[in-house]
């Protein structure tokens, strides 16, 4: 079981990246899936997510209006579109799977994918 997170990049102020969570080993139909960040020197911290069965989905706060979470079951791959990026965007950003739900860092995660490092300059 692998998730793979890509996409990443060095982006201005304002601009754009689409970020790719591919899994293997398992079909993603089944699990929730979460983008997380982790900024330089700060604690990672819940971005998105998308639910299994209706694809609800969640937003933390900073990232409303500007990112958008969607899944293609087909390719076994989630995608954070994210737009409007700013430098405090900056992180490592990693997708975490859980059948259960939301993946949540409280209730332990069981899978999660390498980070991929999203660099936005002023």
């Known amino acids: 079981v692998q998730l793979q997170a890509s996409g990443g990049g060095l982006v201005q102020d304002g601009g754009s990246l689409r970020l790719s969570c591919a899994a293997s080993?398992?079909?993603?139909?089944?699990?929730?899936i979460g983008w997380f960040r982790q900024p330089p020197g700060k604690e990672r911290e819940g971005v998105s997510c998308i639910r299994s069965g209706d694809g609800s989905t969640y937003y933390a706060d900073s990232a409303k209006g500007r990112f958008t979470i969607s899944r293609d079951n087909a390719k076994n791959t989630v995608y954070l579109q994210m737009n409007s990026l700013m430098p405090e965007d900056t992180a490592v950003y990693y997708c975490a799977a859980d059948i259960r739900g939301c993946p949540n860092v409280k209730n332990g995660i069981p899978y999660w994918g390498k980070g991929t490092q999203v660099t936005v300059s002023s």
């Open positions: 080993g398992f079909k993603l139909d089944y699990y929730a």
